[in-house]
């Protein structure tokens, strides 16, 4: 089964820095398997990127998701107040046929 | 655009059963799969399986088996998880959310908490 390993587990960022989020799989996968999403506290997710790179309708431009391999990245380019919430990275597969990662959470310093 | 609404929260004794429904409005209901996904308090997204809304066929993951049952009513455009011999570990806010067809889960329901107390 491929683990999706997620760090740090707790950023502590200030509005207007730069985020950096990592999601690491167990083995490699392809990269149009590789979403992302953001869950603000009390929420349902919301999907921000899929296919590693691919903005959800709506997103800012601001959300950037890049990677290959077993390794991901989504990026926040400048951070704003809404952007402080936990971050999960999902893998699309076969067996099984999803997995979320343990997720990120970012918080204001 | 397209919507989906859960029932509200429900309490149940520990080897009752409960069943939560998930209505998607605005889009095809058969055109997408339907997957299952629970929240337990403080823990994050744990992926519980999905459904075929076309055929109705489950698909269960690992340690979702046994006491879990996904079924529809296409005729009102609702999934059901059905959770039976609840235990106090199905305590948690259950997510249903649809598949884009992209690889990814893209309207969420507002989510369900089942709490399990005596």
């Known amino acids: 089964d491929i683990v999706l390993t997620q760090s740090p587990g707790t950023l502590s960022l200030s509005p207007g820095e730069r985020a950096t989020l990592s999601c690491r799989a167990s083995?490699?996968?392809?990269?149009?398997?590789l979403a992302w999403y953001q869950q603000i506290s009390g929420q349902a997710p919301r999907l921000l990127i899929s296919?590693?790179?691919r903005r959800a309708a709506g997103i800012p431009d601001r959300f950037s998701g890049s990677g290959s391999g077993t390794d991901f990245t989504l990026t926040i380019r400048r951070l704003e107040p809404e952007d402080f919430a936990v971050y999960y990275c999902q893998h699309f597969g076969t067996s099984p046929p999803v997995t979320f990662g343990g997720g990120t959470k970012i918080e204001i310093k | 655009q397209a919507q989906l609404v859960q029932s509200g929260s429900e309490l149940q004794k520990p080897g009752a059963s409960v069943k939560i429904s998930c209505k998607g409005s605005a889009y095809t209901f058969t055109g997408n799969g339907l997957n299952w996904v629970r929240q337990a308090p403080g823990r994050g997204l744990e992926w519980m399986g999905w459904?075929?809304?076309?055929?109705?066929?489950?698909t269960f993951a690992h340690a979702f088996t046994g006491r879990f049952v996904f079924s529809l009513d296409t005729s009102v455009s609702t999934a059901y998880l059905q959770i039976n011999s609840l235990q106090a570990e199905d305590t948690a806010v259950y997510y249903c959310?649809?598949?884009?067809?992209?690889?990814?889960?893209?309207?969420w329901g507002q989510g369900t908490l089942v709490t399990v107390s005596s």
């Open positions: 459904i075929n809304t076309n055929t109705g066929d489950p």
């Open positions: 959310a649809r598949d884009n067809g992209y690889n990814s889960f893209d309207y």
């Open positions: 083995q490699s996968i392809g990269s149009s398997h």
């Open positions: 296919g590693a790179s």
